[in-house]
């Protein structure tokens, strides 16, 4: 009984990715074609924006930090259903544990209104979506979300995830110990 309830749940939460990312792809025709990628060995400068305008860049404005960057759009179910386990997440951290930072790739109005309506207590920061937003330099090539990154602090990429997490699956996922590539 335990194994077909997992086995439906995984099928539900494959099928609300894919659909997400077929969502994501009608709508952004722009966006690259699925290409298998692998993520960089390190973390390149990513510049972004803060939702008031000011840039950003992407390590140095958290040196020092593990971080868990989470793609995400507010259009995006499956993107929003995991915000609370980030968020749950990222309370849970000590002061020099994993900075958990999203990143919109989204029309700023649109993050602005759905962040006032859904408050959450982590950074999040602004990208124009299309071929070469944020995420694709980190390997997601096919354009699809929500799609996260874990960043050690000394700027090592240690593992990537397409789709949301499951209630307490970022736990065991944002171990700081390298998977082999």
């Known amino acids: ?107 700023p109005a649109a993050v602005s209104a759905f962040l006032k309506a859904h408050p959450v207590g982590y950074p999040i920061l602004l990208d124009k979506p299309g071929p070469n937003d944020a995420s694709v330099p980190l390997g997601d090539r096919a354009g699809m979300l929500p799609y996260s990154v874990l960043v050690a602090a000394d700027g090592r990429v240690l593992r990537t995830q397409l789709g949301p997490f499951a209630k307490g699956e970022i736990d065991g996922w944002a171990r700081l110990e390298p998977v082999p590539r």
Do not use: K
């Open 1 to 107: 009984m335990i194994r077909e309830h997992r086995a439906a749940l995984l099928a539900a939460v494959l099928a609300a990715a894919a659909g997400a990312a077929l969502e994501y792809r009608l709508s952004h025709p722009e966006a690259p074609a699925p290409i298998a990628a692998q993520p960089p060995a390190t973390l390149p400068l990513l510049d972004l924006r803060a939702p008031d305008g000011r840039p950003v860049r992407l390590p140095d404005a958290y040196s020092g930090r593990p971080l868990l960057l989470n793609f995400w759009a507010s259009w995006c179910g499956p993107c929003v259903a995991e915000m609370a386990e980030l968020q749950r997440f990222s309370v849970e951290q000590p002061a020099n544990g994993v900075q958990v930072i999203g990143i919109a790739l989204d029309d």
